[in-house]
């Protein structure tokens, strides 16, 4: 059974800085693309950064130049650094990762059940 867990959120203030990281478990074979999206009050979810296995990374443009994702394949670990935040980063972070498992060859998407992170003053 592959699980993903994020942690890492909590309560910032504006400008200030963040960390979360996920781990996945489980009967893995691989991992392909791993990201986070977030989902703020009264709105739909959104794509905020996406990293490839080989390290090629993608941002929405309302985090670009703030928020910096990375990956660490030997741990099977996806992290998100979000710095100089504002209130509108205010949202459930979720992580999710494209992988393939033992014994198979499907590609599955999984994500998380999320963390929460609020931006405050």
């Known amino acids: 059974q592959v699980q993903l867990v994020e942690s890492g959120g909590g309560l910032v203030q504006p400008g200030g800085s963040l960390r979360l990281s996920c781990a996945v478990s489980?009967?893995?074979?691989?991992?392909?693309?791993m990201g986070w999206s977030r989902q703020a009050p009264g709105k739909q979810r959104e794509l905020v950064a996406r990293i490839t296995s080989g390290g090629s990374a993608n941002y929405a443009d309302s985090v670009k130049g703030r928020f910096t994702v990375s990956r660490d394949n030997a741990k099977n670990t996806v992290s998100l650094q979000m710095n100089s935040m504002k209130p509108e980063d205010t949202a459930v972070y979720y992580c999710n990762a494209d992988i393939k498992e033992h014994l198979g060859d499907r590609i599955t998407h999984y994500w998380g059940k999320g963390t929460l992170v609020t931006v405050s003053s």
């Open positions: 489980g009967s893995i074979f691989s991992i392909y693309a």
